[in-house]
């Protein structure tokens, strides 16, 4: 049995799930749902947090200091669900201690800028931490399936991608960004920024932009929308042979192939995708993917979840903000 240990007891901690006989979507859950692994203890700075989630979960281990705990229970993996903001910090800290776990798993975005970044990849290669984080689509059965078919060509060339999208460039936006790299395994340039709305979070604008994916030679227009409306995540790709919409944050997929009617006129019908519901979910599936590294050390096994992958996504995201900041700069008043 593997030692866990959940730091921030938040929604996705565990209280996003409110009934242990349903599909987990949160750590807790899926750690409860998983024969291999142990949550050892829950913590959080608010105590009552902590203790609250334990014992949701029938544990009564729960602390309100993360250092102490992970020294007194040496856990082999420790998931991070707290505010973006204190992600970098907390990892530093896991990883300057004298006792580090094995895989850290922690919830996006790993950092907030290059610099941290460089040193989380630095220090993780010399304990030889495995950190994985958890972009959510890169392990939901349906968007690996979508990206097989893509890399097998059975919808020919990327024409244009749409894609609407709200809650912040950073918190939200991504998500966008890593699952194209996810769905096309492509090089991907910024082309412009063209427009933003503010969201919920401070400093973290809901960005529209122009990207460009270059083996595909494709732009893909990214649209902010208020979620003080709703919340919306909506990709439509259209491809030289078929139309693919990936709706409802991937709950929803529809598949049009191009056909030729009674007229000669190129037009789109609906097809069948088959693509059904995986029996486990992306988070599942995540948990599945560490406890299989914990038994065979096969870091192949996590070559989609990589430090690596997620510099790479990181970069881009960094890349926009810094451009949108100099164009922001360059229209204030007097300048």
């Known amino acids: 049995m593997y030692k866990a240990i959940i730091i921030g007891c938040g929604k996705i901690a565990g209280i996003y799930d409110k009934d242990l006989n349903d599909a987990p979507y949160s750590h807790a859950h899926a750690y409860f749902k998983n024969r291999h692994i142990d949550v050892v203890c829950y913590v959080n700075r608010t105590i009552k947090k902590a203790e609250d989630l334990a014992k949701k979960y029938n544990s009564d281990n729960y602390s309100d200091n993360y250092l102490e705990s992970i020294n007194r229970n040496l856990p082999d993996v420790v998931s991070i669900c707290t505010p973006d903001n204190t992600h970098f910090a907390i990892i530093k800290s896991i990883l300057d201690n004298s006792f580090v776990p094995e ?19 630095t220090i993780s290669n010399q304990k030889n931490v495995q950190i994985i984080v958890n972009h959510s689509r890169r392990f939901d059965g349906k968007h690996q399936k ?93 491809f030289e ?16 192939k191009k056909q030729i009617n009674l007229m000669n006129e190129n037009v789109l019908a609906a097809s069948d995708l088959n ?17 299989n590294f914990l038994q065979t050390k096969n870091k192949n096994l996590l070559s989609d979840c990589s430090l690596e992958d997620t510099k790479k996504t990181m970069q881009i995201l960094w890349e926009v903000e810094d451009e949108f900041k100099r164009k922001t700069y360059k229209q204030k008043p007097g300048n």
Not at 155 to 183: A, E, M, P, Q, S
Not at 241 to 256: H, K, P, V, Y
């Open 103 to 121: 895989i850290i798993f922690v919830e996006k975005p790993v950092c907030s800028n290059q610099s941290e970044l460089n040193y989380l990849e």
């Open 146 to 238: 979508i990206k097989n078919i893509i890399k097998k060509n059975a919808f020919g060339k990327l024409l244009r991608g749409d894609i609407f999208y709200y809650g912040g460039w950073n918190h939200n936006g991504v998500h966008v960004v890593d699952t194209l790299r996810f769905l096309f395994e492509d090089e991907i340039d910024v082309v412009s920024i063209t427009d933003y709305i503010p969201s919920g979070y401070n400093n973290d604008p809901t960005l529209e932009l122009v990207l460009f994916l270059k083996s595909q030679k494709a732009k893909v227009y990214l649209n902010a929308f208020d979620e003080r409306h709703y919340q919306i995540f909506d990709m439509d790709f259209k």
């Open 275 to 291: 693509i059904k519901n995986s029996a486990s979910t992306p988070i599942e599936n995540a948990i599945d993917c560490i406890v």
């Open 241 to 256: 042979n078929a139309r693919l919409r990936i709706e409802d944050f991937g709950n929803r997929i529809q598949l049009e």
